[in-house]
């Protein structure tokens, strides 16, 4: 396998370069490193193809830079199986957060619950200092009346 180098805007022209001068089996392209895999069948024909387009420049000017890279699928098939890489068996299970126990003379504290009324006691006190009132938003946005329902006041009059 050769890998050819240009930068990413040329990598279509590279890879239809590198058809006009040889005959890989296959290419796959990388455009955003600017590159342009070719598999050859014949080692033949990948060294003609390295030694012919090494230190060229594509017809627009920009350089190739290639490099020979010795197909590792070929000697190992089992290498290609998968596309995926394969998560390593693990002897142990190491505990990253939180540590196993807690620290020496840590006792655990009784915490609140959670509001179990309707209102909390300061919500309710700031709506009792509003008392019966009107909040209107001038950019017609919307309305609110805040009246006490269980108390005889009168509940202000909506427009």
Not at 61 to 78: E, M
Request: aromatic fraction near 6%; charged fraction near 20%; hydrophobic fraction near 30%.
């Amino acid at each position: 396998m050769i890998v050819f180098t240009t930068t990413s805007r040329t990598v279509e022209e590279l890879r239809e370069f590198i058809h006009s001068f040889s005959s890989p089996s296959s290419t796959k392209v990388i455009k955003g490193l600017g590159k342009v895999l070719a598999f050859y069948n014949d080692s033949s024909a990948e060294r003609l193809a390295l030694h012919t387009l090494q230190y060229t420049t594509l017809p627009s000017g920009t350089p190739i830079d290639c490099h020979y890279v010795p197909d590792v699928s070929a000697k190992d098939p089992s290498l290609m199986q998968s596309s995926s890489l394969k998560v390593p068996k693990s002897e142990k299970n190491w505990l990253i957060s939180p540590p196993g126990s807690p620290p020496l003379g840590w006792t655990p504290i009784q915490e609140e619950s959670p509001n179990s009324d309707y209102l909390a006691h300061d919500l309710q006190l700031r709506l009792d200092q509003l008392g019966n009132s009107i909040i209107e938003n001038a950019d017609t946005g919307p309305r609110i009346v805040i009246s006490d329902a269980d108390s005889s006041r009168s509940s202000p009059q909506a427009n």
